[in-house]
């Protein structure tokens, strides 16, 4: 069901507050807890990035930790699908299979129950925010190292200056709202 009043991308971006220099200096900072406890805001977000599924078969959301939390399960009961997480190391109590990525400034690791996806499952990966690319390229190898047919990766916000969309070609990508700057 969708909300009786939807907003615009315009109209969703002014609900996103902007802080300047967070988590440091010369960083503006999309801070998305303003949209979330907005109800037609936040209804209108799923609404709108459930649009672009719907008439494909999805089987799992994976959302990474600890935003992408926010938006996948609903997403994910949007489209009838299950949702499965994708953590930091020693957060999952069952075998993991882990990825260890590169970071512009050192390393970082994702990890999956080794039995959440099924070979040959169609998963979406979502998440609030395209930065540069790194941990939802990551979060897609992980999840086709266990079988999975990457859907799409879908986010709330693109920062459209940091390319990030240039590592994940070759997948489907969808972003809500794209920042410049």
Do not use: C, W
């Not at 969708?2 to 999309?30: A, H, T, W």
């Not at 979060?139 to 200056?161: M, P």
Request: aromatic fraction near 8%; proline fraction near 3%; charge should be neutral.
């Amino acid at each position: 069901m969708s909300v009786n009043s939807s907003l615009n991308s315009s109209q969703l971006k002014q609900l996103i507050r902007e802080v300047p220099d967070f988590p440091k200096k010369g960083i503006l900072f999309y801070d998305i807890t303003t949209l979330l406890k907005d109800k037609v805001g936040f209804a209108t977000l799923i609404d709108r990035l459930s649009e672009h599924y719907l008439n494909q078969k999805i089987d799992l959301v994976l959302g990474m930790e600890a935003r992408g939390f926010i938006f996948a399960p609903a997403l994910a009961y949007r489209l009838n699908a299950g949702f499965v997480p994708v953590r930091k190391p020693g957060k999952l109590p069952a075998e993991t299979v882990k990825y260890d990525y590169a970071l512009e400034y050192g390393t970082n690791s994702l990890e999956i129950h080794k039995d959440a996806i099924q070979k040959g499952q169609r998963v979406l990966i979502l998440d609030d925010l395209l930065a540069t690319g790194g941990t939802a390229e990551a979060t897609a190898k992980l999840a086709a190292s266990l079988g999975a047919e990457i859907a799409g990766l879908g986010f709330v916000v693109e920062l459209d200056f940091l390319k990030g969309r240039e590592k994940l070609k070759g997948y489907d990508v969808m972003s809500l709202l794209h920042y410049d700057k």
